[in-house]
């Protein structure tokens, strides 16, 4: 053995930590529960990818919608991006498996969000028919269900079209919770989505165009203007026809990725939290926000826009807040060609949506947690981490 160069008291601490510590078992305590309920109940080994019976994030497959405190699906609508259509009907697939890259804790939010409500992946909405309208009310129709008992949801698109059913859950879940105060919304995307019947004279008879479910839920008195932002707007996003005149009128916040990197996103993630406050809000994500760099899997692609770390900290302004709803749409796998960067980045993203919309339930749940179970009857695997610190958990549990 050669000689120590590290101080004899110190090198003793280290020693200790080497010899007795436990990365598992050293977690903060909602964490290491987590492990420790996974391990006693034989949970096969949460880190894989590939075990294609665990859903979104590894959430258990599940069509019990009642007990649920949040419902992940994916609809894989492909109508009408407005450019490169991609294939965003394959998007739910992809990043089901992208997110199974994900570990399913939040260590630095010293979450685990499926020891603290009963998460579930629903599966897909079918986008059912070549008619829009129709695919439209088969979406709203399982949607509203699926949240009937008060599951938020977390919705997987598809193309923008997704807002629609987003923003009728959202608005029923707001009824519900929070009946006094008008919804918030985040968008982060290329375009304001501002779509009047005026300039769309295709889509008059279509209540929620796509992207265009912002100034409809306006009109309808849902949503209040002034708790309003968008992020990433640019090119042809700035273009009268994809809504930027229409979302000055109605006096919705827009900020341009310029805009954005010059004032910080301190900045806006205070105004938002100042604006939000305590009201109900939902986010919703265009890819085509991102800057073609960041991946490019997205349908319409425009230089200068977002990053993906832009994206997250603006997100994360809603933490502690009452996000109720968020989606994710635009993802085009095909053209997600450097090995599906951002993929992984729309996971990472979306697990963080997930951890908020949990933050908000159990807050709805007076604190209560509910935790989440996996049917072990799937279970193959041998591994299971923590298995071997269920003996010291079990006596160290007795013990309290
Ligand atoms: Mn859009």
Not at 29 to 57: C, T
Not at 255 to 272: A, C, N, Q, S, W
């Amino acid at each position: 053995m050669t000689m120590s160069k590290i101080p004899d008291e110190k090198l003793k601490n280290y020693q200790k930590v080497f010899e007795n510590a436990s990365n598992f078992y050293d977690a903060p305590p909602v964490i290491r529960d987590f492990w420790m309920r996974m391990a006693k109940e034989k949970v096969p080994h949460l880190f894989s990818q590939n075990l294609s019976w665990y859903g979104f994030h590894h959430a258990p497959f599940s069509t019990d919608t009642e007990n649920a405190d949040i419902v992940i699906y994916g609809i894989g609508y492909d109508h009408n991006s407005s450019q490169e259509m991609g294939d965003t009907r394959h998007a739910p697939m992809y990043l089901r498996f992208a997110s199974k890259y994900v570990p399913p804790v939040h260590g630095e939010w010293e979450m685990a969000p499926f020891e603290m409500c009963n998460i579930i992946d629903r599966g897909d909405i079918d986008k059912f028919s070549m008619d829009y309208n129709q695919s439209l009310d088969w979406d709203i129709k399982h949607a509203m269900k699926w949240s009937k008992h008060g599951a938020l949801p977390l919705r997987i698109g598809g193309d923008h079209e997704i807002l629609g059913g987003t923003m009728v859950t959202a608005n029923m879940l707001a009824d519900k919770f929070f009946p006094e105060q008008a919804m918030g919304v985040i968008l982060f995307d290329g375009h304001t989505d501002c779509f009047l019947p005026n300039d769309v004279g295709g889509y008059i008879d279509t209540e929620w165009v796509n992207g265009g479910g912002i100034p409809r839920a306006i009109y309808k008195g849902w949503v209040d203007p002034e708790k309003v932002f968008q992020f990433g707007m640019r090119g042809f996003g700035i273009d009268s026809p994809s809504g930027q005149y229409a979302a000055e009128q109605l006096g919705i916040t827009i900020v341009r990725p310029l805009d954005l990197e010059e004032k910080g996103y301190h900045y806006f993630v205070d105004m938002i939290r100042e604006r939000i406050g305590t009201s109900p809000a939902l986010i919703t994500v265009d890819l085509d926000c991102l800057d073609p760099s960041e991946g490019g899997g997205t349908t319409q692609r425009d230089g200068f826009g977002l990053t993906f770390r832009e994206v997250r900290a603006i997100s994360r302004a809603m933490k502690g807040l009452n996000l109720i709803a968020a989606d994710v749409c635009e993802y085009a796998p095909s053209h997600d060609s450097h090995g599906r960067s951002t993929a992984f980045n729309i996971a990472a993203l979306l697990f963080e949506y997930l951890c908020m919309l949990v933050d908000t339930k159990v807050r709805l749940n007076n604190g209560k947690f509910n935790q989440t179970h996996w049917d072990l009857n799937l279970a193959t695997s041998a591994s299971f981490p923590g298995e071997i610190f269920l003996d010291r958990w079990n006596k160290d549990n007795v013990a309290v």
